[in-house]
């Protein structure tokens, strides 16, 4: 029994460690070392963004422009694309090619595939998704898009994966990073399809980097909190709080860290504090009860902003 309880007990401190190392990475990565542009360059001429029409997949385009490379912007609304590639090729002069195509949809891949031939894709950034329901509620009440948020959320990420992947597999380098969320961290009630449609996301990522780090290619996922775009509706940035062009020149510096990260200091310190809440709190009537109490607040303020 004494043998067990020790064994179990230099596991914990194993697991601590471990998440002590990726926190004092992101402090050294922070302060102390940026990632070259070079770097990125190095990987390949073309880099893939999904959902790039407007969030973090448009910061994603605009900052791997500025780094040197071309960019394919990947997204459902052509007006969007048509106008965030003129923005990037007069203001970066590298090269734009857009592809329209509605992720919420299984039949898009063909297509997908016979537009990117030819490219020498270094970086692919698998960042297109959908949120349900904004405010949070029960399963039941949330809209009847479980087919759609399935394809958005978890079929393009395969899907966009396997296209691109073996051609970074042939070449011996590559980067990909799929954008999940915070809310994947733990089961998430009242958001319950969003949060294991991203969890997907990270178990997925992480074990494929296990299949391909000899490879030579860097598969990570990404798991920020508040990040102000279209989708999460924040209206103001804090210290928690990102936008999305902070946010992603911050993630960028974090590419060689492992095959998880947060994306941000800031949300690597609130993961580490959340990671020491009981579940029992979260899985609580009192704290969905909070939940839904908070987010009325917020209808109001913004009802009244507007």
Request: charged letters at 20%.
């Amino acid at each position: 029994v004494e043998q067990f309880f020790i064994s179990v007990g230099l596991l914990v401190c194993l697991a601590c460690l471990a998440k002590c190392m990726r926190f004092f990475k992101c402090i050294f990565f922070s302060f102390w070392k940026v990632l070259p542009s070079s770097f990125l360059q190095s990987m390949g001429q073309w880099a893939v963004i999904t959902g790039a029409g407007d969030g973090i997949g448009k910061a994603y385009s605009f900052e791997l422009a500025r780094r040197g490379l071309n960019i394919v912007l990947i997204s459902r609304t052509l007006a969007k694309l048509q106008a965030v590639a003129e923005e990037i090729e007069w203001t970066t002069g590298r090269h734009v090619k857009i592809i329209q195509a509605d992720f919420t949809k299984d039949d898009i891949y063909e297509d997908i595939e016979e537009n990117l031939k030819g490219l020498e894709i270094g970086i692919l950034v698998n960042n297109v998704g959908m949120l349900p329901n904004l405010l949070p509620s029960y399963f039941l009440d949330t809209s009847d898009e479980i087919q759609r948020l399935i394809h958005c959320n978890i079929t393009s990420v395969v899907k966009m994966t396997k296209l691109v992947l073996k051609h970074m597999d042939s070449r011996r380098k590559g980067l990909i990073l799929n954008i999940s969320s915070g809310a994947a961290l733990c089961p998430c009630p009242l958001y319950s399809l969003y949060s294991a449609s991203k969890a997907f996301v990270c178990t997925f990522s992480k074990a494929l980097q296990v299949e391909y780090r000899a490879r030579g290619i860097i598969i990570q996922v990404l798991t920020p909190f508040a990040v102000s775009t279209p989708m999460t509706k924040y209206l103001n940035t804090n210290l928690i709080t990102k936008s999305a062009d902070e946010f992603v020149k911050e993630s960028l510096n974090y590419v060689t860290i492992g095959d998880e990260t947060c994306g941000s200091l800031a949300h690597e310190v609130l993961a580490s504090f959340l990671s020491l809440v009981p579940s029992r709190v979260f899985y609580s009537s009192a704290f969905r009860r909070l939940l839904l109490t908070r987010y009325a607040d917020y209808l109001k303020q913004n009802a009244n902003i507007r």
